[in-house]
């Protein structure tokens, strides 16, 4: 399954199906001190009178620059140092069990992240594409390819993506401030 996404920013983009169909939005208004996040999720419209399709909010990420961020789902509350603690030298894996008791670890690479079985088999099972202005290669929008094996999880997935590639553009900004001084 591809999702596609309108921006790469992830705090405030659409995400659509192969189809065109939205399935995520999220949206982080602009405010000083914490700011938060919001995970929708359409939710088809059993109206006959009413064809066109609702969001529902399914979560939130509250994020924190000292304390973890908080992250909710579904009404969940975790913190993000227990529930996708920090691995590595750099601090650039996050593992996470998902709510299938399944044991998940996103890698963050200078330009994408990449999601894995946190097990001896490392088997991806989704991917992030950057965007391509086809100077090189295809035309192509940014994405996320998910394996169709993580479909009942996708909620948790799509929430971990967000909070996962917000830290990877962060460290990536950190890393071209760094190197223009």
Known sequence: ????????????????NEEGQVLYK??????????????????????????????????EIEWH?????KMR???????????????GLEGRKRTFTGPDDLPYRWDMDFRIVRLSRDDS???ELARSHRRSFGIIGSKRDPSLNVDPSLTHILD???????????LRMDKEEEAYQS???
Request: proline letters at 6%; a neutral charge; aromatic letters at 6%.
């Open 26 to 59: 999220t949206s982080t208004p602009f405010r000083l001190g914490t700011r938060t996040t919001t995970l929708y999720k359409v939710v088809p419209n059993t109206d006959p009178d009413d064809m066109q399709d609702h969001m529902e909010a399914i979560g």
């Open 65 to 69: 620059l000292i304390h973890p961020s």
């Open 179 to 181: 190197a223009g001084q």
């Open 1 to 16: 399954m591809r999702l596609t996404l309108s921006s790469e920013r992830v705090q405030n983009t659409i995400m659509t």
């Open 121 to 123: 088999t490392r088997q």
């Open 156 to 166: 948790t997935v799509v929430l971990t993506f967000v909070y996962v590639e917000k």
């Open 73 to 87: 789902l579904h009404g969940q509350e975790m913190m993000s140092n227990t529930f996708i603690p920090r691995h």
